[in-house]
């Protein structure tokens, strides 16, 4: 056996349909396209979503409500996860290095759920009501990140 034997597996490769060689082949004239329409045309394509002329599905559903390009995104954090730092002064890069949060550039807010023991200083873009009493309560403070 050498190279020059080597042959594909029978019925494994098929050749290509030649479209528009005269009637004879079965795929003359229209080349298997139909007679006339849009699609029989070279160089049709159709956009996503159309529908042959019908009014397409996202322009028959109503528009609802609004969206806020000015919204600003808090990642949430409850007090019961701050717990398991056992620094005295908690910043951004201790949560993301405890894998509380995912990157430093988020902005964090801290919410009241579970108790806090020890005091530390925390720092975060928010904090909730409960959370400030519960870390004042427990001999902590609370600094605000991006105001004086």
């Known amino acids: 056996m050498n190279l020059s034997n080597l042959h594909p597996a029978k019925g494994s490769r098929k050749s290509r349909k030649r479209v528009g060689r005269g009637p004879g082949s079965g795929m003359g004239k229209t080349s298997g ?8 045309i ?17 322009r028959r559903l109503p528009k609802r409500g609004f ?10 954090v409850n007090l019961d996860r701050l717990e398991k730092i056992t620094k005295k002064v908690v910043e951004l890069k201790d949560l993301k290095e405890a894998g509380i949060i995912k990157k430093e550039s988020e902005r964090v807010k801290i919410l009241g759920r579970g108790k806090i023991s020890s005091s530390m200083t925390i720092h975060a873009h928010k904090f909730s009501r409960s959370a400030l009493e519960k870390i004042e309560k427990a001999g902590g403070k609370v600094i605000v990140i991006g105001s004086k």
Request: proline residues 3%; positive net charge.
């Open 67 to 76: 969206t806020n390009i000015f919204k600003k995104e808090y990642s949430e």
């Open 42 to 58: 070279s160089g049709y394509s159709s956009k996503r979503g159309f529908e042959g002329g019908q009014m397409p599905l996202h």
């Open 33 to 40: 396209r139909g007679s006339k329409g849009q699609k029989s």
